[in-house]
């Protein structure tokens, strides 16, 4: 089975940093890109930043500056580093995994995950 656990949320300053991880566990070959998404409440989940395999790295204008992603492949593992905090930044945070080749049940399945999100919250 494939499980992605996100941790490194909490309550910040305005102006405070926080740094997200997200691990990929199972049987897992490899996965092309990794990402993380937010959704506020009310609105729709927007992708927040994402990073290939091959370290190739897309951020959302709203973060660019602030924020940065990495992966260890190693470890199916992927950071958020989030610098510069807002309180529009407030939102819980989830991890994707996108093209992740994995063996589930004893058979191999090619797909996208997702984790069950992780609470930021920017405020004074």
């Known amino acids: 089975q494939v499980q992605l656990v996100e941790s490194g949320g909490g309550l910040v300053q305005p102006g405070g940093s926080l740094r997200l991880s997200c691990a990929a566990s199972g049987s897992i070959f490899s996965v092309y890109a990794m990402a993380w998404y937010r959704q506020a409440p009310g609105k729709q989940r927007d992708l927040v930043a994402t990073i290939t395999s091959g370290g190739r790295t897309n951020y959302a204008d709203s973060v660019k500056g602030r924020f940065t992603i990495s992966r260890d492949n190693a470890k199916n593992t992927v950071y958020l580093q989030m610098n510069s905090l807002k309180p529009g930044d407030t939102a819980v945070y989830y991890c994707?995994?996108?093209?992740?080749?994995?063996?589930?049940?004893?058979?191999?399945?090619?797909?996208?995950?997702w984790g069950q999100g992780t609470q930021v919250t920017v405020s004074s």
């Open positions: 994707n995994a996108d093209r992740l080749s994995a063996v589930v049940a004893g058979v191999q399945v090619v797909g996208n995950f």
